[in-house]
């Protein structure tokens, strides 16, 4: 069990370009979160799948985010238009499913947007 | 809507010494986990302990134990026989049987001194 893997551990851009960030979970965990951590602060859910379906999505998640699952494998997150206020550490976890639901938490990317 | 409040922004102990993180919670919602995770600098979050709502023993792992009052709405960390690799942020989170996505605490930074 290796563990969740995010790729890239740091990214930096200019405000507008596009961004996408992968995300491997635990082998065999059906759940997968999206959540933002900014600096001092706890992080924040953004969306999570069960296998292939995206099955709720903060409020946080505007239309310039879009995140995938395809085959209910690894999962993509995709910033469009970046802007200033998207700096942050996107985090991701995986989860077994059932009742006792114990999510696992990735290394994070870390989101610089000059 | 849930809500989770850690009270205590950066707190410190004594190598050797017990300190306890405080935590607090609102639900309207009888079924629900709690849990504490600890986050040590620029590494991954790990999951130090977590809390059945339905169970009335308080959960421990080794030197870490909860003191959870239901009725209260409340939820402690205690740290017994501190070491200097406790030192890091602790988050507390709330999840819900419906939803699975965690809400957390702004965090406590705890350092152990030597």
């Known amino acids: 069990d290796t563990g969740v893997s995010q790729d890239p551990r740091h990214k930096i851009t200019k405000r507008g370009q596009n961004v996408t960030f992968r995300c491997d979970p635990i082998?065999?965990?059906?759940?997968l979160y999206w959540y933002r951590q900014t600096l001092g602060q706890g992080p924040e859910f953004l969306t999570y799948?069960?296998?292939?379906?995206?099955?709720?999505k903060s409020r946080l998640l505007s239309d310039r985010f879009s995140a995938e699952r395809p085959k209910g494998s690894f999962s993509t997150l995709e910033i469009q238009r970046t802007e200033q206020g998207d700096s942050a550490m996107y985090l991701c976890?995986?989860?077994?499913?059932?009742?006792?639901?114990?999510?696992?938490f990735g290394p994070g990317t870390r989101l610089t947007v000059l | 809507a849930q809500t989770v409040t850690q009270s205590q922004p950066e707190m410190s102990v004594q190598e050797a010494e017990t300190v306890t993180l405080s935590c607090t919670y609102d639900?309207?919602?009888?079924?629900?986990?709690l849990f504490w995770y600890k986050q040590p600098p620029s590494r991954q979050m790990i999951l130090v302990i977590r809390?059945?709502?339905?169970?009335?023993q308080n959960a421990t792992e080794n030197r870490f134990s909860v003191n959870f009052q239901k009725a209260a709405k409340s939820f402690s960390l205690k740290i017994s026989d501190s070491q200097l690799g406790d030192t890091a942020m602790y988050f507390c989170?709330?999840?819900?049987?419906?939803?699975?996505?965690?809400?957390f605490g702004t965090g406590t930074r705890l350092k152990v001194l030597a």
């Open positions: 082998s065999e965990h059906n759940r």
């Open positions: 799948f069960q296998n292939e379906a995206q099955l709720e």
């Open positions: 976890a995986s989860s077994l499913g059932g009742t006792t639901d114990t999510q696992y």
């Open positions: 809390q059945e709502a339905y169970k009335q």
């Open positions: 989170a709330f999840s819900d049987s419906g939803t699975y996505k965690y809400i």
């Open positions: 639900t309207s919602e009888n079924n629900y986990y």
